[in-house]
Nanobody, 115 residues
Framework: QVQLVESGGGLVQPGGSLRLSCAASGSIFSIKAMAWYRQAPGKQRELVAATSTGGSTNYADSVKGRFTIFRDDAKNTVYLQMNSLKPEDTAVYYC?????????WGQGTQVTVSS
């Protein structure tokens, strides 16, 4: 069973940047499309960004031009570089497979954008 461990969240001012990391156990990582999701209080979990095994990417409209997803298959890690952060980006961020069936969800990492 693959385990996913997210890190890199924190408190940042509007306009600031953060880089999230997601380390995956197991060799299956390199053959899976991966994605970052987020869940804000009182809202459903939503897809933020995804990357295929070939490196193609897609983004939610709300983060296009500000967030970048990339992966390092040698390290079984997927990253999310977040720039120009806004208060509405505040959420718990999770990584997982892009498509079902999902791996077990990790604890996520809290991102809070506030002045």
């Amino acid at each position: 069973q693959v385990q996913l461990v997210e890190s890199g969240g924190g408190l940042v001012q509007p306009g600031g940047s953060l880089r999230l990391s997601c380390a995956a156990s197991g060799s299956i990582f390199s053959i899976k499309a991966m994605a970052w999701y987020r869940q804000a209080p009182g809202k459903q979990r939503e897809l933020v960004a995804a990357t295929s095994t070939g490196g193609s990417t897609n983004y939610a409209d709300s983060v296009k031009g500000r967030f970048t997803i990339f992966r390092d298959d040698a390290k079984n890690t997927v990253y999310l570089q977040m720039n120009s952060l806004k208060p509405e980006d505040t959420a718990v961020y999770y990584c997982n497979y892009r498509f079902r069936p999902f791996a077990s969800w990790g604890q996520g990492t809290q991102v809070t954008v506030s002045s």
